[in-house]
């Protein structure tokens, strides 16, 4: 089999996995990974400094919760509309998962069902052939969803944050002013 590009690859084996996880494990495998995409966009946008990583990671990071760095790319501009929209669907559907102790608590819920139908992925063909199959309207967002992430740390390198010496500014136009 021939060997895909790293990112691809590692998609790959995701994809493997997370189509043979129950409802649940489905559900945190996906918010998992797109909290990893995110962390992953914020590192290369920030200025790469031990402050962004205390901010990123550790116990009690300010940004280090899958809602935090949504919350925080799509303030920056890192992410659109529709994939913040579709972050935070997936997060509440992961939220739902969590907190929820039946044994055989599904996609089929009503709350679930409902916020996988509010996902605004494209699908294939029409969208309300899929309305009984929040599972596959699941599956199909996070997919779509993480395609469009996958190479936008590329993206953000390129405009990523630098630091500025302010005291030469300040120093600079008291000359200037005098």
Not at 95 to 105: I, P, R, S, T, V
Not at 130 to 135: Q, V
Not at 136 to 165: A, C, P, Q, S, W
Request: proline share 3%; charged share 30%.
């Amino acid at each position: 089999m021939k060997k895909l590009e790293p990112k691809l690859d590692l998609f790959a084996k995701f994809l493997q996995v997370f189509q043979k996880e129950t409802d649940r494990g489905a559900s945190i495998l996906a918010a998992s990974l797109l909290d990893q995409k995110l962390k992953d966009i914020l590192q290369d946008f920030l200025i790469d400094c031990k402050s962004t990583k205390n901010l990123l990671e550790g116990f009690n990071a300010p940004i280090g919760t899958f809602s935090s760095r949504q919350n925080l790319a799509y303030s920056l501009g890192l992410i659109s509309d529709y994939e913040f929209h579709d972050c935070e669907i997936i997060r509440k559907i992961r939220n739902e998962f969590a907190h929820k102790f039946e044994l055989e608590f599904s996609f089929t819920d009503s709350k679930v069902s409902s916020l996988c139908n509010n996902l605004k992925a494209p699908t294939p063909g029409d969208k309300s052939e899929f309305k009984n199959k929040p599972r596959f309207l699941f599956v199909n967002g996070v997919t779509m969803l993480y395609t469009n992430l996958l190479y936008r740390e590329e993206y953000v390198k390129k405009i990523k944050l630098v630091r500025h010496d302010w005291q030469d500014i300040t120093w600079n136009k008291r000359k200037i002013e005098k």
